[in-house]
């Protein structure tokens, strides 16, 4: 009877080591984790059906869920909703969204309301945000070819731990186009610039965690741009490569080789539907068609 109860115990160690690390285990309190989730048009006219009120607060209770630090989304539509998120997540949550940029035109933030903006969401008890802006996009062919294609401009955040000042890092949420690979060959081109760029700044942190729907899958564009930075490295998945439910891998995380060593493991994770036993179907009527992507950081 004790050499089967112990069998029984190894399987069931086995298959918790098997699973999606932190999220079933809850082994996240130290390190730091970054996500990457597109939460599919929130608040938004372009999904089918919109969400209720219990669903929107089930969303925040999952985000909570993750013991993330800081959060990187996509598709944020309506920034009321994602306050609602906010609201419900407690006190220590902060949000950014661009839409609250004064200089940003009357038809970008049309744009936004329709087909969602990248946006940040953190949890100051555990990260300090010392500043978050709307990085510049590319205006061609963009502008030309693809009028407001601008409000998915990438969001950037910078960051320290609470208590440990010192470790400064940068948080940049991005959302590529959806259909023309020359588009996101552009984007890509332009985001690797932009990082070099900040990596040439005086006194800009050399840890940056790059992430989002790059709506493409490595080798396409936007990664042969960005991989030709050899201080980019795009963070192989350690549970599988599906990121959402046409069964590819869009949803990325690429982090400079600088803090790399700080990683728990040189790798991302996916958070599956299954983790909750939830069908696709299931996932999808509330959350999203994409599913989040984090990595942990020991600061």
């Known amino acids: 009877m004790r050499k089967c109860v112990s069998l029984l115990l190894l399987a069931f160690l086995f298959i918790l080591s098997c699973a999606e690390p932190g999220i079933i285990q809850g082994r996240s309190d130290k390190p730091l984790r970054i996500v990457t989730w597109n939460i599919e048009f929130l608040g938004g006219q372009a999904r089918e059906v919109r969400r209720t009120d219990e669903q929107v607060l089930a969303i925040a ?14 598709e944020i539509a309506d920034i009321s909703v994602l306050k609602k998120i906010q609201k419900a997540m407690g006190s220590s949550w902060e949000i950014y969204h661009p839409i609250t940029e004064k200089s940003l035109p009357d038809a970008i933030k049309e744009s936004m309301t329709k087909w969602g903006a990248n946006a940040l969401l953190c949890d100051t008890a555990k990260v300090e945000i010392l500043s978050a802006e709307m990085l510049l996009r590319l205006s061609e062919p963009t502008q030309a070819k693809y009028p407001g294609v601008d409000f998915r401009s990438p969001v950037s955040g910078v960051f320290c731990p609470v208590g440990r ?11 590529c186009h959806w259909q023309d690979s020359l588009v996101r060959k552009k984007e890509g081109v332009w985001l690797r610039t932009k990082v070099q760029e900040l990596l040439g700044t005086k006194g800009e942190s050399r840890d940056i965690i790059l992430l989002g729907d790059f709506n493409g899958e490595p080798p396409d564009s936007p990664h042969m741009s960005l991989q030709q930075e050899r201080r980019l490295s795009l963070l192989a998945k350690e549970n599988g490569n599906v990121t959402c439910f046409r069964g590819i891998n869009i949803d990325h995380i690429y982090v400079t ?18 983790y909750f036993g939830e069908t696709h179907k299931q996932f999808e009527a509330t959350y999203s068609d994409h599913f989040p992507v984090y990595v942990d950081v020991l600061y």
Not at 61 to 74: E, P, S, T
Not at 257 to 274: A, C, G, H, M
Request: charged residues 25%.
């Open 61 to 74: 209770d999952r985000i909570k869920g993750f013991n993330a630090a800081v959060i990187a989304l996509q």
């Open 165 to 175: 000042r010192g470790k400064i890092f940068r948080v940049i949420s991005v959302h």
């Open 257 to 274: 080789v600088s803090l790399k060593p700080s990683l728990r493991k040189p790798s991302s994770y996916v958070i599956r539907p299954e």
